[in-house]
């Protein structure tokens, strides 16, 4: 497995901005998709963005399309979530996650290591 740990979380106001980083060790992180996912209170984990191993592929949860950008940089072993445009329902834990195969995609269920998560609060 991968090691990850995220940071770059906090309190921002609405239309604000904040970009989260995961930082990875252990497997080689290069080979791996990337995956961010979060979880409101009371709510299930759901899926937010992932990017191929490569970079070259992307996919968004329409709810952040058009304001989170994800991206990675394999030689600092480190992915990020550039967040913009905030909103109040963007509150949530953010996790990271890696994907063994990696090819980008939503599916929970193929990511087999993830990360402590970083905690984003949007409110005035």
């Known amino acids: 497995q991968v090691q990850l740990v995220e940071s770059g979380g906090g309190l921002v106001q609405p239309g604000g901005s904040l970009r989260l980083s995961c930082a990875a060790s252990?497997?080689?992180?290069?080979?791996?998709?990337v995956g961010w996912f979060r979880q409101a209170p009371g709510k299930e984990r759901e899926f937010v963005a992932s990017?191929?191993?490569?970079?070259?592929?992307?996919y968004y949860a329409d709810s952040v399309k058009g304001r989170f950008t994800i991206s990675r940089d394999n030689a600092k072993n480190t992915a990020y979530l550039q967040m913009n445009s905030l909103k109040p329902e963007d509150t949530a834990v953010y996790y990271c996650?890696?994907?063994?195969?990696?090819?980008?995609?939503?599916?929970?269920?193929?990511?087999?290591?993830w990360g402590q998560g970083t905690l984003v609060t949007v409110s005035s």
């Open positions: 252990g497997r080689t992180f290069s080979s791996n998709a």
């Open positions: 990017i191929s191993r490569s970079g070259g592929t992307t």
């Open positions: 996650a890696a994907e063994l195969d990696g090819f980008a995609t939503s599916q929970m269920s193929r990511y087999d290591s």
